[in-house]
C-alpha cells in the first residue's frame, strides 16, 4: 500500500524545514492542501504520464538548508523600493486596500495596455490558475497542456472532476501545438500553456505561439501563464496580452514572485476579456487574499526598473557560469529561459535528493520517462559555486 503524507506529520518531522512540501507547491498550497497525498515504494509523488517528483523518507535526519536552490524564488529581492513600501504602509494595516487596490490595477493595465476591466488580481498567480480551474471545471470537461509542464491548475483540475488530456513536449522540450490543437474536442474546456515552461525551462517561439492561441481561442479558452517571461533572456518570445485587443478569448498571467522578487508577499494578476472574468468573479473574488502591505510592495516593484534589470542580469550570469559547469562535468541539460535548469543526473533521484540535502542545499529531484533528473534553481554566484562544487564530489 502507498504511505500516505499528512502536513501535520511533516511539520513534527522537520521535512518541511529541509523543503520537503516546497517540492510540491500545488499539494501544499492548493485549494485542497488539506488532503494527502500518496507516496510510492521508491518514494515519489505521481505527477504527470511523463513525471515522479522523488520525496525524503519520513525517517530522514538532515540539516537545515543552508543553499536554498528548489523553489525558483528571486536571492535578491524584495527590492529596496518594495522593502521601504511595506514599512511605510504597515501602520494602516488596519484597513482593506480598496483604492489603493484600484491604483495598482491602473497601473497593470497601463503597462499591459489594455483597459483595468481587463485585469483580476490574486495572491500569486497559482491562486488565479486554481481559482480559473475550480470554475472552469465544476461540470467536468477536459483540459488540454503539455507533459512536464507546471500542474497546479491541472491538479485543481483534476480534484474537481475534470479529466488531463497531457500532450508530450517536443524533442527540443518546447510544447508541441499541433498535437496540442488536435487534442482539442468538444468536451475541451480550457487550453494551458506555460511559456516559458516549469519544470523543463524551455522556451515555446512567440510566433507559433501567437498563432496558436490566436486560432485556438476560437473554439475554447487558452490560459497563457507567463510567470517567467521577464527572465526569458534571448528568447523569440512575446507576451500573449496583445491577443485581448482582438477580441481573443486568451488568459494570461503574470506574477510578482520572480523577478519582482516578491513570492513571500503574495501578488499576482491575469488579463482576460471581461466576459471571461466575470464567470470568476461570479464564484470567487481575486484580489481579496492580497494584503493591504503587499499592495504597495507590488506598486513600488512594478516602477523598479533598476531592480528587475540588475536581477535579469544576475540570473543570466549565474545560469551562464552553471551551464558551463555543467559541461565541463559532462551533463546535458536543457536550455532555460527561467530561473533554473533542468539536467539528467546518474544517479538514483531519492539519492541524489538525500546527498543534497545533507549537505544542506535544497533542489528537485525527478524521474521522467524514468530517467532521473534535477532542476536546480537559479540562486547567487555563491550559492551556484556551492551548489557546482557538491555535485561535482558526485560525478
Known sequence: MN???????????????IGGMALAPHLSMGAFADAPFSLDPEHRIYRS?????HFLPAGFKAPKLLTRLNANENPYGPPQSAQKAVMDSVKNGNRYAWKEMFDLVDKIAKKEGVPTDHIMMGPGSSDLLEKVAMVLFM???NVVSADPCYMSLIKVAESVGATWKAVPCTADWSHDLKAMEAAV??????VYVCNPNNPTGAITTGKDLLDFCSRVSEKVPVFVDEAYIELAVGADTQSMVSLLAEKKNVIVARTFSKIMGMAGLRVGYMAALPAFLEKINKITRGG????????FAASASLDDKDFQNVTRKLNHEAKQYLYKNLDKLGYKYIPS???FVLFPVTIPGEELLSKMTTKGIGIRAFDIQNRPWCRVSIGTMEEMKVFVNALGQLS
Open 139 to 141: 461540470n467536468g470537461g
Open 3 to 17: 504511505p500516505k503524507i499528512d502536513r501535520r506529520n511533516l511539520l513534527k518531522s522537520g521535512l518541511m524545514a
Open 288 to 295: 481579496m487574499g492580497i494584503s493591504y502591505t503587499s499592495v
Open 49 to 53: 504520464p511523463m513525471v515522479r517528483e
Open 337 to 339: 529561459y527561467t530561473n
Open 185 to 190: 474536442d468538444e468536451n475541451t474546456r480550457l
